[in-house]
């Protein structure tokens, strides 16, 4: 494999999910208190808010435009006496009742039917889970230089972008592994009148198979983005899917402006979107940016690969291994492909010293030192 050196250009952009608790740390009642903020929303229930950011040059911009969004948030909430509940996994709670659905209205009544909807199929509880969605586009310059043959810009940024999709998918089980941070959690998550905490075989309850998925595998052609996006329509047209937004896959290709499946189609990719990292209540934006520059090294990486089919069969495997990687003790097999994968990045990236430092980070952790390790109960359900 060639030499490499690490490149910082692009867009990068993050959205937290988090709950909003009261001062004993139970989910918060009170209406979202932050009006019309495009930057601050709200995500499936009314108190559950989602930061965020522009879009960024740089992992570090990006995560201190989330921390300005942050620090606002929290003195926004000070002032009724709540605060940011910092886990991937809800706190206690009682019934279903203390879950209010997001109170869309106006033009946007359809959010609140979407999510009524979804209430429907799968119940408010696994809604609760939260975390962090990584956002990224290469710029034009590298995508220029990407394409060699110089082919038709928008054919090409679109296979580009489905290829980067289709290898990132296959290797999110690495991510999972390197960065699970959610084991412990309250028994109220598994039915009314349980209390008490739990710490089973998931480093990573929601990136388990008692996650938040689909109640089949969905299967699409990745021949080209027509191909794609005509697959998730078809199991829209099933009622197998109420839109492309309730396709949980870990990887999403995504359009600029309205997230929408006719723009993605229209008007092709722009950028691509992570979804799989747990909120880390070891840091106080819930995210480790070595974690974050970890995931745009993995983009670089894989972007290099050679293209290769993505069948049914490897698709459904793709998953079981990304269920695999949230266990506690990931099976053997798993970890020794996680080294060869960090092996040849190192390799990949010989000559960069940044991105090998970034490198040796995670190869810490495949030794025993993973966050999820030192994650208590004491920790997990403490004030925060």
């Known amino acids: 494999?060639?030499?490499?050196?690490?490149?910082?250009?692009?867009?990068?952009?993050?959205?937290?999910?988090?709950?909003?608790?009261?001062?004993?740390?139970?989910?918060?009642?009170?209406?979202?208190?932050?009006?019309?903020?495009?930057?601050?929303?709200?995500?499936?229930?009314?108190?559950?808010?989602?930061?965020?950011?522009?879009?960024?040059?740089?992992?570090?911009?990006?995560?201190?435009?989330?921390?300005?969004?942050?620090?606002?948030?929290?003195?926004?909430?000070?002032?009724?006496?709540?605060?940011?509940?910092?886990?991937?996994?809800?706190p206690h709670f009682e019934t279903d009742v203390e879950i209010p659905i997001a109170r869309f209205c106006g033009i946007h009544t359809n959010k609140r039917n979407y999510r009524e909807a979804l209430e429907r199929r799968y119940g408010k509880r696994l809604m609760l889970y939260s975390g962090i969605h990584f956002n990224f586009s290469f710029s034009e310059e590298q995508l220029h230089a990407y394409n060699t043959e110089n082919a038709d810009f928008r054919v090409f940024k679109d296979a580009f972008y489905l290829r980067l999709y289709k290898q990132l998918f296959r290797h999110s089980w690495l991510i999972v592994l390197l960065t699970a941070a959610s084991p412990v959690y309250d028994l109220s998550l598994d039915g009314d009148g349980l209390t008490g905490t739990a710490s089973e075989q998931y480093s990573s309850l929601r990136n388990s198979e008692r996650?938040?998925?689909?109640?089949?595998?969905?299967?699409?052609?990745?021949?080209?983005l027509r191909t794609f996006t005509d697959g998730i329509q078809a199991y829209v047209n099933k009622g197998l899917l109420f839109s492309a937004s309730e396709l949980y896959l870990p990887i999403r290709l995504k359009p600029r402006g309205e997230n929408t499946l006719e723009n993605l189609a229209k008007n092709g990719v722009d950028h691509i979107e992570l979804r799989m990292f747990d909120l880390n209540p070891l840091k106080p934006l819930g995210i480790d940016p070595d974690d974050l520059k970890f995931a745009h090294l993995l983009i670089l990486y894989l972007a290099s690969l050679p293209d290769s089919e993505f069948t049914p069969l490897q698709q459904e495997q793709a998953v079981n291994d990304h269920h695999a990687a949230a266990h506690y003790l990931p099976p053997a097999w798993l970890m020794t492909r996680a080294r060869e994968v960090l092996s040849d990045m190192m390799r990949f990236f010989r000559n960069d010293h940044e991105a090998l430092h970034i490198l040796d980070r995670q190869n810490v952790k495949l030794c025993g030192v993973r966050y999820c390790k030192h994650i208590t109960s004491d920790m997990i359900y403490s004030k925060v």
């Open 211 to 224: 996650g938040y998925w689909n109640q089949f595998v969905p299967l699409l052609d990745h021949a080209n």
């Open 1 to 90: 494999m060639g030499q490499y050196q690490y490149e910082t250009t692009g867009g990068f952009g993050l959205e937290r999910e988090t709950l909003r608790v009261d001062a004993s740390c139970k989910l918060a009642q009170t209406p979202h208190p932050f009006d019309d903020d495009e930057h601050i929303t709200r995500d499936f229930c009314e108190n559950q808010i989602e930061l965020i950011t522009p879009v960024c040059p740089s992992v570090d911009a990006a995560v201190a435009s989330l921390g300005e969004l942050d620090a606002k948030a929290r003195a926004i909430l000070a002032q009724q006496g709540e605060q940011i509940w910092l886990y991937s996994n809800p």
